[in-house]
């Protein structure tokens, strides 16, 4: 097991903002309830943490999503795609955890798709800044547990990885045992899930950096400001800023994200051809079903 210094834990070991974002007096002003924070709920007796799954993806607009995928099967195949993928993670998600959320841009363009949610997802603004940014303010909201409530767990993922399942979610739920963040990495060096789960602010922030002390705005700073998003380093200066401040850290298994045309037949290939036919659910074979449907017609 990892020390107080940090460091990375499997699950089989187990069995701020930045200048321009005002940031409160303290992570309680976060939970007082309206329209697009989250409300406290009645005190409660049980230790069972409070699950909140938050997918941040863009609106469906051809030109502004999955551009590398649209430079060369066209961004209207690739636009309707990226739907796909948000229809599908919505419904393999819909009855997991206690709150999810689909943070979205463009807000403006939510009365556009906002029906594929349903029922099941509250959808709020991903509001602006570059993508640290965007985090970083979901997870103020969302990662700090209040005292008199059970322990947040707090996870976040995009669009661009499909076949993520319940089962990971759980897995991180299980690594919460022993962890502050758990992240997912994905083979182009950056994360395709992060999950957070620490207490609130301690009233008193000048005992030496641990988990339970460390004030919220140092986590939140640490982990989302100076990461050179968008490069193969995400992943690596992510974790090296967690465990400079003590946070200890779980990791699930590598996985890819779907970017390019190349990743898309791959994930192709996967469904289709599975080493394991347990891997493939009907979920599976009816979203690649659709993306053959898609690729097919003619290029606008």
Known sequence: MPNAKGGIVNESDIAEWSHA??????????FMPNSSKTTLRPLTTSDSPIRKLGVMAKVATEGKVKTRLGNTIGFDKSAQIHQRF??????????????????????????????????????????????????????????????????????????????????????????????????????????????????????????????????????????????????DEVFDRTVAAAEAIGLRIGRLPVRSDVDTEEDLTALLHQIEHPVDNTDVSSDHIELARDIRRILSQPMI
């Open 21 to 30: 974002w005002p940031f409160p007096d303290s992570v309680e002003s976060f």
């Open 86 to 231: 948000l229809d599908h993670l919505f419904k393999v998600f819909q009855h997991w955890g206690d709150e999810r959320q689909w943070v979205v841009s463009p807000i403006e363009s939510i009365s556009q798709t906002a029906p594929q949610a349903s029922s099941h997802w509250q959808i709020i603004d991903q509001g602006g800044g570059n993508l640290g940014d965007r985090m970083r303010r979901w997870f103020a909201n969302h990662a700090f547990s209040h005292p008199a409530l059970p322990r947040t767990h707090a996870i976040l993922i995009g669009a661009d990885c499909p076949l993520l399942s319940p089962a990971e979610m759980d897995q991180t739920d299980r690594l919460f045992r022993d962890c502050d963040l758990v992240l997912g990495p994905a083979t182009d060096g950056g994360y395709y899930l992060i999950g957070l789960s620490v207490p609130a602010d301690s009233p008193n922030e000048n005992n030496p950096p641990n988990r339970d002390t460390l004030p919220s705005r140092t986590i939140l700073n640490t982990l989302w400001n100076d990461i050179p998003w968008s490069t």
